[in-house]
C-alpha cells in the first residue's frame, strides 16, 4: 500500500497541501487556527463486534486521525454505500452507533450521501468519512521532528480491536468476551498537547504498533528500540495470539495513541496519560543506527521486527 501510494497517488495528486505520511494536513487560514483535514474509507467485516460496529469505528477513525494531527474535530462528512437487500434494523443500529459515538466526540456530521448497490457488490455497508478540525497556530507534529534519544509511548493494551474482530468472524471456532478498543484518544492526545517535548502522534490501527515503529526507523533513519516487557497487552489478546499464531504487536487498534517525546519529558508525558489511561506505558526509545526495529525480548534476547508486506487480518477496519 505504502509503495502504491508513494508510485502512483503521490505523483499524480501532487500539490503543496498533500502529505502522504500525515493522518491530516493543515490548510491556511487566517486566524489563530490551522484548518486541518483527513479522510478515510472503513469496510470492517463484520459490521458489528464486541464494543461497536462499522459506524462507531468510522467516527473514532475520523476523530482519532486528527486528534493525534494535534487538532480538535468540528464536522465530519459521510458517504454511505449499502448493498441492496441490507436489512433496515442493521442499518438503524449502525446509525445509532455512529451518532452516539459522534455526540461523545464533540464532532458533527455536516454532509453526505447515500449510494445503493447490487447485491453482491459490497458486504452489506461501506463508509466514507471526512474530518475537519482545528489546530492552534504554531503546534509542529511530524516525524521529521523525531529525534535520537527521544522516547515512545502507548496509551493502552495494544492488538484488542484486532483480536476482538478476529473472534467476531468465528472463522476458528473460538469465543470471548473481548471487546474493541475503539474509542476516541481525543482526551489523551489533548493532555500530551501540554508536555513540552512532543514530536508526534499516531493512532496505531492497521499493521499495529510495529508497523508505527517502522514508519518512524524509516523516516528518522535511526533505529527504533521496543521493550516487550514494557508494552501493554492484555492476557485475552496474548491468549489468542498464542492459539492463533499472530503476533499482537502486529495487531490492529482503534482507541490508542504512539507519541513520541524528548527524553526529558518523557515522565512527564507518562504521566499526563496514566491520568487518563492508567495502562500507558513507556515502551521504547529512537537510537542511532539502522533504520530497523529491534524488540527486547522478556526473555533478555533481541529480536528485529519486520515490516509486513501483507496485511495480517484484511478488513480490520
Do not use: W
Not at 474509507?41 to 493525534?68: K, M, R, W, Y
Not at 503546534?139 to 529525534?147: A, P
Not at 496509551?155 to 476516541?184: C, N, T, Y
Not at 512532543?198 to 533513519?221: C, I, K, N, W, Y
Amino acid at each position: 500500500m505504502r509503495e502504491l501510494i508513494e508510485e502512483l497517488f503521490a505523483p499524480a495528486l501532487q500539490n503543496p497541501h498533500l502529505d502522504t505520511r500525515a493522518d491530516a494536513v493543515p490548510l491556511p487560514l487566517a486566524g489563530d487556527h490551522e484548518l486541518l483535514v483527513t479522510t478515510d474509507g472503513f469496510t470492517v467485516q463484520p459490521l458489528e463486534f464486541p464494543g461497536g460496529n462499522i459506524g462507531s469505528l468510522a467516527v473514532h477513525g475520523t476523530v482519532n486521525d486528527l486528534a493525534v494531527s494535534g487538532a480538535s474535530p468540528r464536522y465530519m462528512t459521510l458517504s454511505v454505500f449499502l448493498e441492496e437487500g441490507l436489512e433496515i434494523a442493521l442499518l438503524r443500529r449502525v446509525i445509532a452507533g455512529l451518532a452516539d459515538a459522534a455526540r461523545a466526540s464533540g464532532i458533527a456530521v455536516v454532509a453526505g450521501d447515500t449510494k445503493v448497490v447490487g447485491r453482491g457488490e459490497c458486504d452489506g455497508i461501506y463508509l466514507a468519512a471526512t474530518g475537519i478540525g482545528l489546530r492552534p497556530q504554531g503546534v509542529r507534529l511530524g516525524l521529521d521532528r523525531v529525534r535520537a534519544g527521544d522516547r515512545l509511548l502507548v496509551s493502552g493494551p495494544i492488538g484488542e480491536h484486532g483480536a476482538a474482530v478476529m473472534l467476531a468472524r468465528q472463522e476458528f471456532g473460538l469465543r470471548g468476551d473481548l471487546k474493541s478498543d475503539a474509542a476516541s484518544v481525543l482526551p489523551e492526545a489533548q493532555a500530551l498537547m501540554s508536555v513540552p517535548g512532543l514530536r508526534f502522534m499516531r493512532d496505531p490501527t492497521r499493521g499495529g504498533l510495529a508497523t508505527v515503529a517502522h514508519e518512524l526507523a524509516r523516516a528518522s533513519q535511526r533505529s527504533i528500540h521496543l521493550s516487550e516487557a514494557q508494552i501493554p497487552i492484555n492476557d485475552a489478546v496474548q491468549s489468542v495470539c498464542e492459539l492463533l499464531g499472530f503476533d499482537p504487536l502486529y495487531l490492529a487498534c482503534e482507541g490508542r495513541l504512539v507519541a513520541v517525546v524528548a527524553a526529558a519529558t518523557a515522565g512527564n508525558a507518562l504521566s499526563a496519560l496514566r491520568a487518563i489511561a492508567p495502562e500507558a506505558g513507556l515502551i521504547g526509545e529512537v537510537r542511532e543506527g539502522p533504520a530497523q526495529v529491534i524488540l527486547a525480548t522478556a526473555f533478555g534476547g533481541l529480536r528485529v521486527l519486520d515490516e509486513l508486506e501483507d496485511d495480517p487480518l484484511p478488513r480490520i477496519c
